[in-house]
């Protein structure tokens, strides 16, 4: 197989124009779509493999070799995040060290939250220089119905595991909302959202709402005006993350985003086969169509199983 950095041995991908990262050089953890949720508005789709169990799903020394040589791409972050949940990288205070033996590029860890109620996780991540947990509900019945949890996860440990590790916590602890019209956004969840975020204290809480064509048609976006009149309901240090930081302008990706166009000005891709025909990550991949859909360059067309971008001519 002569695939370029697509498969598995391939775990690092970016820098990235992240929203609230600025140059985000990701780490890929698990193997695609192995989560502990499935959120209905997740933008890689449906997981595949539901799970709670912890392992090296990768071997953690080629992960660090492999990142050692992608350090001169001078990223703002180091960020553990991917293709599902990365805490259940089993490996993962180990990775944290070596990253820190090698860089002083700051390290973040990008995570559901899910088993924040483990003890070995919360230890796992203390040396982090920023985690960012989500909270996608303030009741049991809507966290059921949006993040579709593995049955070993209930909505009551996975608060306690997300105020255990404030406590516990001595970094930049940010909170990531991701709300959906018409299903978080009722007077009764915001007011459930608001409460047990005050319970939480993270640093900031930061809004999110989708902008890429979900896992499931029904979970659309909360216009920006109404995210913006939530956001200021739920927490005094609360922001919309809606836009990029200005870091896609940089040549470096202005550059990966015109390939991609290109590509698909040519044929309809998915985004694998925009991953396999460029030699990109997938994670990579998925932040400049994006972009490019909220630009309106691009369309989004369900076939099958599979979802094909093209270019608008």
Known sequence: MTRKDTGRNNYIF???????????????????KTCTYDCIYCQLGRTTDKTTQRKEWVPTGDVINQLSGKLGSNPDYITLSGSGEPTLFSHIEELISGIKSITDVPVAVLTNGSLLWMPQVRKALKTADLVVPSLDAGSDRIFQYVNRPHPDISFTKMLEG??????????QYWLEVFLLAGITTTEMEVSGLRAFINSIRPDKVQTNTVSRPPAESFAEPVPRKELETITRKLYDKADVIADYRGVHKAEYFSAKRD???????????????????????????????EELLTEGKIAAKPQGKHLYYNAII
């Open 14 to 32: 970016g820098p990235v124009p992240s929203r609230r990262l600025g140059r985000s050089l990701g780490i890929d953890l698990v193997p695609f």
């Open 162 to 171: 997300l105020i255990k590790f404030r406590e516990e916590y001595d970094g």
């Open 259 to 289: 390939d991609i166009l290109t590509l698909l000005k040519r044929r309809p891709c998915s985004v694998e086969d925009i991953a396999a025909g460029l030699g990109i990550h997938r994670n990579e991949v998925v932040k400049y169509v």
